[in-house]
Structure formats: C-alpha cells, structure tokens
C-alpha cells in the first residue's frame, strides 16, 4: 500500500514532494500526519520535570610532571635513609593516624637486617597530600 | 560547547555545574521514563558521575549530546537488568497523580481534561516496548537525528525510523482509547 512508504514523512524526519503529493489525494495520511503532530505536541507539553537533585561532588586527582617528580624524590631519599641505616630506628610506633596499621617489614639481604616502613609511608601520604592540595 | 568539554576535561567544578544545569532535566526526563521508576534522580546523578569518570574518552567526533545520552541508555539499560520486574507502572501513576498538570488561567474543565490527556500519554510512553521507549526518547528528549539514534542503538536507519514509528502510532492508539483525541 503506497501509504506505507512515507514512515520518515509521517513522523515528521522529512517532507517529500512526493507525500505532498499523495497526501493530497489521501484524507488518511493528512489525518495520520495531524494526529501524530498531535502527539507529539502533547509530549512536549508533558514532559516538563525539573531535575531537582544534587549536582555530585566529584573532583579530578591530575599529577602533572613537576610534583610526581618531587613526590619521587621524596620516596627515593626517605627510603634511601632507611637502606643506610636500618637499625637506626629499629622499632618505630606506627602512627595509626596515617597508615590506618599498615606497615611492612623489609628484609634487606645484603646487609641481613630488617626495616621497618610505616615511617616512610606515612611521610609519602603526607607529601602527596600537601602536593595535592598545592600542586 | 567545545569550552564545557575543555573544563570537564580539565576537571573543572564549574564545567561539571554547568554541564548539570544544561543537561540536567533532559537527562532526568529521559532516564525516567526510559528506566521507568523513582531511582531516576539517583541515576540521574550516576549518569553524571559516569560522565565525569570517562569524560577523557569522549573523541569529538560525534555530537556531544549523543555521547551524554549513550551513557544514560547504557545506565537504563544495566539498571533494567538488575531491578525487580514489579513496580514501574503503579509508581508512574502515583507520580502522576500529583496535580503537577493543573495550570493556572484557565477554565478548571478545559485544564483537568488536558492534564488527563497528558497523563494518559506519559502513561502509554512507559508502557511502551523498551526498544521504541528508547527511539522516542532519543528523538524527543536528547534531540538526536535518526542517524545518530542508529548509530548508538546500532540498528539501521530504517529500523529507527519505523521504531519511532510503531512508538508513534500506538501513543496515537492509547490517547484514542482513553477518547482525548
């Protein structure tokens, strides 16, 4: 049926010359195409809701060259202390504030001594943070 | 548009405002209806997340508005498959209940039969199949051509255009059977 060929037309995407002319001769199609510009009206009325929520916090961590390079730095040289003299501070307490616990033990064979780590972690987090909140 | 995406690149908080305030209500309309439920400003506010997580790999070789509804279409769709299949409707119809249609200045018979109308065809939109729910809306609330909504929904172009249709037609048939045409 040659209505059907003018889906694109009927839903408003074009308008032939070709429908113009069909339409013409077919009150069918004239009334498909008014009522569903009806329709459509209609959902544009109805469809009026506000978004009423929250804008989401969210914020962008970048690390540009510069203060990665520093943090680096940082972790070479607090480590660097550690390897020179691991029995310096044998048996430092954790600062649970910062690592939350977490520390590691190191066995450093070419020395055959153990090293203790929270320290060095906690001052990692600390340069990071005051990094982050000046870049 | 291309400096929002700059800021939202750049990790901006006022581009990711501003992003809110332009798209917000179309995004909220779009995932309400198309995820059919009340969470719809909770992923409302998970589409905007996940646009700002994947913000880096938005390649401007599309619009970006068809990259921003993508992401809400995948939401709805991840959400469809991990919720009950209860609900929906009824809770459609208490939210529409409310007398958000009533409109001031004009006679009280004339404005109740045009906010029933409106409610009859916000009704049959969410009653209707997801794959024309999502054409529609695509079309209607995002403002993609019918290209873009093949693309993204990866059918033909002819497919799309019939979805619409059918999605047409039969909002065409509920608002006749409700006798408000």
Request: include cysteine; proline fraction near 4%; glycine fraction near 6%.
């Amino acid at each position: 049926m040659e209505c059907n060929k003018f889906v694109a037309e009927k839903i408003g995407e074009t308008d032939s010359q070709a429908f113009r002319d069909h339409r013409a001769g077919c009150a069918g199609c004239r009334r498909d195409l008014e009522e569903l510009r009806e329709v459509r009206a209609l959902y544009r009325k109805a469809s009026t809701e506000k978004y009423r929520g929250d804008v989401p916090r969210v914020r962008r961590f970048r690390m540009g060259w510069v203060p990665m390079a520093a943090a680096a730095a940082v972790l070479l040289l607090v480590f660097g202390l550690i390897l020179r003299n691991p029995a310096e501070n044998p048996d430092p307490t954790p600062d649970k504030e910062t690592t939350a616990g977490l520390y590691f033990h190191v066995h450093l064979e070419p020395w055959d001594q153990e090293a203790r780590i929270s320290a060095a972690l906690d001052e990692c987090w600390r340069t990071l943070e005051k990094l982050e909140r000046n870049p | 548009m291309d400096e929002l995406i700059r800021g939202l690149k750049a990790g901006r908080p006022e581009a990711f405002e501003r992003l809110v305030r332009e798209f917000g209500d179309r995004i909220y309309r779009f995932v309400k209806r198309l995820a059919g439920d009340r969470q719809a400003e909770d992923l409302t506010q998970e589409v905007f997340i996940r646009i700002h997580r994947s913000i880096d790999a938005y390649r401007p070789e599309g619009r970006f508005e068809s990259w921003l509804f993508a992401i809400a279409g995948n939401l709805c769709i991840d959400h469809a498959r991990r919720r009950k299949p209860e609900a929906s409707i009824s809770e459609l119809d208490e939210d529409l209940s409310a007398d958000r249609f009533a409109s001031s200045g004009r006679e009280p018979i004339e404005a109740a039969e045009e906010g029933e109308r409106k409610r009859a065809l916000l009704k049959a939109v969410e009653r209707l199949p997801f794959e024309q729910k999502q054409v529609f809306l695509l079309r209607e609330e995002a403002g993609l051509s019918f290209k873009e909504i093949a693309d993204m929904t990866g059918c033909p172009l002819n497919t799309a255009l019939g979805r619409m249709h059918y999605a047409m037609e039969s909002l065409r048939k509920s608002l006749k059977a409700y006798g408000m045409q």
